[in-house]
Nanobody, 124 residues
């Protein structure tokens, strides 16, 4: 069993930055692929970024490529999402998720554990 707890959300002006953290419990964190997703009001949950168990491979949605960076520190059981040049359309609840097998996936249904989410609001 893995428990995930996100933090770092908040209110920021357009063009600003935030760094989200996702702290995981359990000794097997390093064996999971990790993903960040987001869900805006009235919209479906969408993939934002993914990272393999080692951190050696990452992938980003086109909408955030070049602005967001996913990383992980397996010694701290934590995955991060650095968000720069934020836009109002980035406003959403952001979730981290863990997936068996060590790889990431763009599909939410492929993930086994989810955090409770953290709100990010970008004002124009």
């Amino acid at each position: 069993q893995v428990q995930l707890v996100e933090s770092g959300g908040g209110l920021v002006q357009a063009g600003g930055s935030l760094r989200l953290s996702c702290a995981a419990s359990g000794r097997t964190f390093s064996s999971y692929g990790m993903g960040w997703f987001r869900q805006a009001p009235g919209k479906e949950r969408e993939f934002v970024a993914g990272i393999t168990w080692s951190g050696g491979s990452t992938y980003y949605a086109d909408s955030v490529k070049g602005r967001f960076t996913i990383s992980r520190d397996n010694a701290k059981n934590t995955v991060y999402l650095q968000m720069n040049r934020l836009k109002p359309e980035d406003t959403a609840v952001y979730y981290c998720a863990a997936r068996f097998g060590g790889n990431w996936s763009r599909r939410a249904r492929d993930y086994n554990y989810w955090g409770q989410g953290t709100q990010v609001t970008v004002s124009s």
